[in-house]
């Protein structure tokens, strides 16, 4: 099979999102913001006329946007024709810079569309990994990408990536896919007695949230 530079079809690493204020960011916490889910970039014109990549999660709701570097990149990659999606990896609360932010990293993921069959399977399989926790490597070698595109399916992480620490005091709220959200997707799937349950289960992780935010004096 040929060899492809990954630049050429393919581009994929972990970019930093910011939310646009507490009330945004709290959705985070949310069930329709679980680790591992695939969402797609919506841009948005900002007061400079600069288009901002917003992440736009599977329920349609606008939850963060990247920086303008990462914007423009993102915007480049458009202007080609790529897909663009990202994977929820994890998300964050810093005291710092006051008066504090929600933030979090998602695997930016993009390629073209003529591999597109190929690629959506690997998105896939990243997505139930990062759902794991591992944090897998979005960035993909030569070899990968061939390997990849003769057999997505077959596609294994080969390496991890660290959790960065954020500035001042940081609280990771969410950094793999949780019991709950497991019964939520079943109960999307109209699975309806795991739905019943997971009601049953929504009070107890909202209680913990939010006594693990006040004993690490977040409020």
């Given at each position: ?51 901002i990549?917003?992440?736009k999660?599977p ?35 810093s ?9 979090g ?11 597109a ?70 109960a999307r ?13 929504i ?17």
């Open positions: 099979m040929t060899s492809h530079k990954p630049g050429d079809i393919y581009f994929g690493e972990y970019v930093r999102f910011s939310t646009s204020d507490k009330k945004g960011g709290a959705a985070l916490a949310g069930p329709d913001n679980a680790v591992g889910d695939i969402g797609t970039i919506e841009f948005v014109l900002d007061d400079s006329k600069r288009q990549a917003w992440l999660n329920y349609g709701q606008l939850v963060g946007f990247l920086n303008n570097h990462d914007s423009y990149n993102t915007a480049v990659m458009a202007a080609k024709g790529w897909e663009l999606h990202y994977v929820l990896s994890f998300t964050a609360y005291e710092e810079p006051e008066p504090g932010e929600y933030w990293q998602v695997a930016l993921i993009a390629f073209a569309p003529r591999y069959e190929e690629f959506n399977v690997f998105l896939k399989a990243f997505a139930k990994a990062a759902g794991d926790g591992s944090r897998p490597d979005p960035k993909l070698s030569n070899d990968s990408i061939v390997s990849v595109l003769a057999n997505p399916a077959e596609w294994k992480p080969s390496s991890k990536i660290k959790i960065p620490r954020g500035g001042g005091r940081t609280a990771i709220l969410k950094d793999h896919r949780s019991v709950h959200d497991s019964m939520l997707d079943a799937s109209k699975k309806v007695g795991c739905y019943i349950v997971s009601w049953a289960f009070l107890a992780v909202v209680t913990l949230v939010v006594w693990a935010l006040h004993k690490f004096g977040l409020f």
